[in-house]
């Protein structure tokens, strides 16, 4: 595989998906106390679920912790019962959002091109997609993953275009996540050095875009991750949800970038 990256030139980003967890008072907790361990070295945000949003936004106004949301439609507006629509968080001045998380392309059946529609439409919001790639321990075993990530990716470059350079890209092998298994820095800055050579072949830009690896970022693997030349900060689930080692997290890209 090659690696593209020589030097670190980008900003590292850490996000937390707090995936379906919360309350009002766990969450109100949690964003005081993150904030009282800031500030940190590089980029950082919480992606919450839909009705803690606002409560979100509020807490964080004149924080440097930015917020997103874990999914949205596909659709403008209309008769879809249930959905979110992007334009819906864009009034809030939602900034990020997840898209492809793998449990949702496992447990809710969204395609390649799903993804990338959902990607397209936050865009045009004004939002910034975090794009989730990443294959099954079944496709790492029969030695797919490289084909996996980059079917993944290519379905997101060919409905964006050259607006691909406006995403943040997140490895998340599912093996890894929520399982403890962490992928080796050597096997996460593997994949990601693939992510950027195909991103590098679709836009000028992709030596400035961040790729974030998830799945199992811990406090004590998070240094040599995020250190790693084509790891651009980390997509934490469990970790997430306490201040404490989410901070510590945060941390971590201190001591690895510039
Ligand atoms: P994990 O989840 O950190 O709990 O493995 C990562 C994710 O699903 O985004």
């Not at 967890?21 to 500030?39: Q, T």
């Not at 529609?117 to 939002?127: E, V, Y």
């Not at 998070?222 to 970790?239: E, T």
Request: glycine share 8%; hydrophobic share 45%; with cysteine.
């Amino acid at each position: 595989m090659v690696n593209v990256t020589t030097a670190h030139t980008r900003r590292n980003l850490v996000v937390g998906n707090w995936k379906m967890n919360g309350s009002r008072a766990a969450n109100a907790a949690l964003l005081n106390d993150l904030h009282a361990a800031g500030p940190f070295n590089g980029d950082v945000a919480v992606c919450a679920p839909f009705p803690y949003l606002a409560d979100v936004a509020l807490a964080l106004q004149g924080s440097r912790v930015a917020w997103g949301a874990q999914d949205c439609s596909a659709h403008e507006s209309g008769a879809y019962t249930g959905e979110v629509s992007v334009g819906m968080l864009a009034e809030f001045a939602c900034r990020y959002v997840l898209v492809g998380h793998s449990e949702r392309r496992a447990m809710h059946a969204e395609t390649d091109q799903l993804v990338a529609d959902k990607a397209k439409i936050a865009l045009a919001h004004g939002l910034t997609p975090i794009v989730c790639v990443g294959e099954t321990l079944a496709e790492r075993e029969a030695g797919q993953t490289e084909a996996v990530v980059k079917r993944q990716l290519s379905a997101v470059i060919h409905t964006l275009a050259h607006c691909i350079s406006q995403v943040v890209v997140a490895y998340e092998p599912v093996w890894a996540i929520g399982t403890s298994k962490t992928a080796s820095p050597e096997q996460a800055q593997a994949v990601h050095a693939v992510l950027r050579a195909q991103l590098q072949a679709a836009t000028e830009k992709a030596q400035h875009m961040q790729i974030l690896y998830g799945g199992s970022v811990k406090a004590d693997n998070a240094v040599q991750l995020f250190s790693q030349p084509d790891i651009d900060g980390g997509l934490i689930g469990g970790a997430s949800l306490k201040a404490a080692d989410f901070a510590a997290i945060c941390k971590a890209m201190g001591s690895t970038r510039a």
